[in-house]
């Protein structure tokens, strides 16, 4: 209905793309795709990785010129056959990767691209107006950065902000932003969305790409579902309301009715066990017990040590004060080496820099932390890797077309499953998971939670970081709250509501019994 | 033919491609150079030219196979050179003038190279400094020490096993050309078939990731070092048997022609790939391209031009392959 409507409004939309197509050798990234932009509106892009939504925003940008179909820029038709042209016209798109020179002030970051001179006869860099520029517009979005900080000096949240300024220097007529929410915390989203809301009043159009449903909900005017390249629907929630659970059925074209399969088993022994473990500044005193068949959930906000502590438990930071047990026996932790040796393993925060090593097969990868059981005299049997990297490959649904593919080459969610697959085939005991949905796709997500269970199942004690509170409160048998470096609670997950964990992540003590 | 075969067919070279891609251009640009070369000149093509032509590529062989291993973790090592000279002209002045064992004269060169890179690796490893900075330093302190002990004095006559190491025959087959083979083929089996190797790999890849799977980063670093300072004196040695003389200002820029040889044949600057035999292809194109413009007569000064070039354009194609690739 509302396609028919679009139809006679043609000029009321800032951008408006009709039968967009685009072709990547085997895949159809786009297809014939219809998408409109009102001016000042929130519009968010949903869908799992892979159904299109960067590919659009790359069309719309002008990084990607596509195979067919025309692009109108307040009713104009328009080619972006470059980035320049689309930033010419008021379009920016600010990445999850950000584009700041890190040893640059924050207002020659936010000139970058358009560097204003001044000067007769020899043209120097305006720095003056810069500053001032700087200063009104980092005033108009209402936060306190001074204009002069080094970039590598401030935090996240700020340096996607100055990404944001950036955008702002010229006249900004679509602002896309690209999952600005996966780095920040929570407080910072709520400064984030107080800025879109500002930038909306002015009739800045936002294109809004995140996985986290929740907050899309809050945000977004209208939202587009993508799937496998199509465009599935455009919802008008603020006109019709609808569940999450409707949103995410579109999403994946099936009901998902159960995000977080429950799992109830009662816990075995005492595999892990840490008293008063600190490191330097980033924590002290934090004390924990895991069992088998438990999982135990870390929250807290950004910066509250939470991975610290992870790494510490995985002996990437030696050094620590404390006492940590395994099965029982005291050790000490001084290397992932050893922590591998006592059947630890970590699945980290940033599965890129961390978790794999890109240019290397899935075989390679997955055999990685386990190496030396693969030989007989120092030397690897090779049917033997291939045989146990294809029954993992299968036991755990990595889909791909073969152990030899390249893991770059795959989805989020099937690298997420390579790692996990790499400490399974390492025999670990005790899994510390950091954050181990950041980033994959909703599909993806509970699969992963099957295989937490599944780990669970099988005796494994598992510690999972996480900064979704409803991830916490749907997998979590215990949780446990950090708070700038310490321990601020303990709760047995039975009725926690959200506002209670939040409440101690910011330190805000009850006065319970 | 059936389409099963077809798809068969098709999925082995995507492998070889995929695996090897860069190795191949290398050796398509050898088969062309050499297909050139006979033609201008008929000298080039006979049995005594090419192994003529290998025998004088063996000792960057063995110096750029040492350097394959550090490339491939994503170092490098400038001191080759200066380490064949410190291992080869302290044994040769010891064994000229102290009449040294020639045995325990060999044990000593390969100790000497193995010690140097014992010292580089544990210096990189544990203060954390580049190894451009660390091998640029210590190229000058292993020279140094070199023209130190020896007084930058020649030493001539070397006992006839160090000269058999360098000049002798086994057959038609000259030795170093047998010890450049006997080195390669251990070098492949320890990076494609062991740990150790993959290892290797992986720390070029991603250092962190490596670490975080419990490799022992700093360990394989030091021992890559150890085995490449090893090979470092086995090509002092060589080097000094060919020549029945060592001295301090012995296998001078010697570096440069190893890295070259490494980056010819198709391992990545950046680390996390390559190949032995790449190294070699590309140590003997090398050899092949100053061989055949010697016998057309063209200036040294040229070849050195020549040489300039095929390095770069032989990165430029690996990496118009990559972005095409993608």
């Not at chain 2, 020549?243 to 820029?253: K, R």
Request: aromatic share 6%; hydrophobic share 45%.
């Amino acid at each position: 209905m509302s396609d028919t409507a679009s139809l006679e409004q043609t000029t009321d939309y800032i951008l408006e793309l009709k039968g967009i197509s685009k072709r990547f050798q085997q895949t159809q990234a786009l297809h014939n795709i219809d998408f409109d932009l009102i001016p000042g509106e929130v519009h968010a892009l949903v869908g799992e990785n892979g159904a299109g939504k960067s590919t659009l925003i790359k069309t719309i940008s002008g990084a990607y010129h596509p195979d067919s179909g025309t692009i109108f820029f307040n009713g104009e038709q328009v080619v972006f056959d470059r980035p320049i042209a689309a930033q010419n016209r008021g379009i920016s798109v600010v990445y999850q990767e950000f584009n700041l020179v890190p040893q640059l002030s924050v207002a020659d970051n936010i000139f970058l691209r358009h560097q204003p001179v001044t000067g007769t006869f020899v043209k120097r860099l305006d720095k003056q107006y810069m500053m001032t520029r700087s200063r009104e517009i980092l005033k108009e979005l209402g936060v306190h950065i001074d204009p002069k900080a080094l970039v590598k000096n401030i935090s996240v949240a700020y340096k996607q902000l100055v990404e944001i300024a950036k955008s702002l220097v010229w006249d900004c007529k679509v602002l896309i932003l690209d999952e600005p929410t996966a780095v920040i915390t929570t407080e910072e989203t709520v400064l984030l969305f107080e800025i879109i809301r500002k930038l909306q009043q002015k009739g800045v159009s936002i294109i809004y790409i995140s996985h986290r449903l929740e907050e899309i909900f809050k945000i977004a005017d209208r939202i587009t579902v993508f799937r496998d390249g199509e465009k599935i629907t455009t919802l008008d929630v603020r006109r019709d309301p609808v569940t999450i659970d409707q949103l995410i059925s579109h999403m994946v074209g099936r009901s998902l009715n159960e995000q977080y399969p429950p799992c109830k088993i009662p816990a075995g022994e005492e595999l892990l066990k840490v008293e008063s473990l600190g490191y330097g500044k980033l924590f002290h005193d934090i004390s924990f017990s895991v069992h088998a068949g438990e999982i135990l959930g870390i929250s807290g906000l950004v910066g509250a040590g939470r991975t610290e502590v992870a790494k510490t438990l995985f002996g990437v930071t030696p050094g620590q004060e404390g006492r940590i047990w395994v099965n029982g026996r005291e050790v000490s932790i001084t290397s992932p080496e050893q922590a591998i040796g006592l059947g630890i393993s970590l699945v980290p925060e940033d599965r890129k820099s961390e978790g794999l090593i890109q240019m290397f097969s899935i075989k390679n990868n997955l055999i990685l932390a386990s190496q030396k059981t693969y030989t007989r005299g120092g030397v690897f049997q090779p049917q033997m890797i291939i045989q146990k990297c294809q029954n993992m490959v299968k036991a755990m649904n990595i889909r791909t077309s073969g152990i030899e593919k390249q893991v770059s080459q795959l989805s989020g969610g099937n690298q997420q499953k390579v790692v996990i697959a790499k400490w399974l085939l390492a025999e670990a005991k005790i899994i510390i998971f950091d954050e181990p949905t950041r980033g994959i796709d909703v599909g993806a997500k509970v699969e992963v939670y099957r295989l937490m269970n599944e780990l669970k199942k099988s005796g494994a004690a598992i510690i999972m970081i996480s900064s979704e509170l409803n991830e916490i409160l749907g997998m979590s048998d215990r949780i446990m709250v950090m708070h700038e470096g310490t321990k601020s609670c303990e709760l047995v997950n039975d009725q926690v509501s959200q506002e209670t964990i939040m409440r101690h992540a910011s330190g805000v003590r009850e006065v319970t019994v | 033919m059936s389409s099963a075969r077809i798809e068969t067919l098709k999925a082995y070279k995507n492998r070889i491609q995929g695996a090897y891609g860069s190795q191949l251009s290398t050796v398509a640009a050898l088969i062309v150079l050499c297909l050139i070369l006979s033609i201008l000149t008929p000298r080039f093509l006979t049995t005594g030219n090419i192994i003529s032509v290998l025998l004088q590529s063996s000792i960057n062989s063995i110096l750029a196979l040492g350097m394959t291993f550090i490339i491939i973790t994503g170092n490098i090592d400038l001191a080759v050179g200066s380490v064949a000279a410190f291992a080869g002209s302290i044994t040769g002045f010891l064994m000229v003038n102290y009449g040294l064992n020639p045995f325990l004269g060999i044990l000593l060169a390969l100790s000497l190279g193995t010690l140097t890179g014992l010292i580089s690796g544990l210096v990189i490893t544990s203060i954390g400094i580049p190894a451009f900075i660390a091998t640029l330093g210590s190229m000058s302190v292993w020279r140094g020490l070199a023209l130190q002990f020896t007084g930058g004095s020649t030493s001539f006559g070397l006992p006839e096993i160090i000269k058999y190491l360098g000049q002798g025959y086994v057959g038609p087959i000259p030795v170093p050309v047998i010890i450049t083979v006997i080195v390669y083929s251990i070098a492949s089996f320890i990076l494609g078939k062991t740990p150790f190797g993959l290892s290797t790999y992986a720390i070029g890849g991603n250092e962190q990731a490596a670490h975080l799977s419990g490799i022992n980063v700093k360990s394989v670093k030091v021992k890559l070092f150890c085995l490449h300072g090893f090979l470092s004196g086995l090509g002092g040695l060589v080097l000094a048997g060919r020549l029945n003389s060592t001295m301090g200002v012995m296998a001078t820029g010697y570096e440069l022609d190893a890295i070259a040889a490494v980056v010819i044949g198709g391992t990545s600057m950046f680390g996390g790939e390559g190949i032995v035999w790449g190294t070699l292809v590309g140590a003997v194109l090398m050899g092949v391209l100053r061989n055949g413009l010697n016998l057309l007569h063209v200036s040294p000064y040229w070849q050195m031009v020549a040489i300039g070039l095929v390095i770069v354009f032989a990165v430029s194609v690996d990496s118009l392959r990559r972005s095409f690739d993608e």
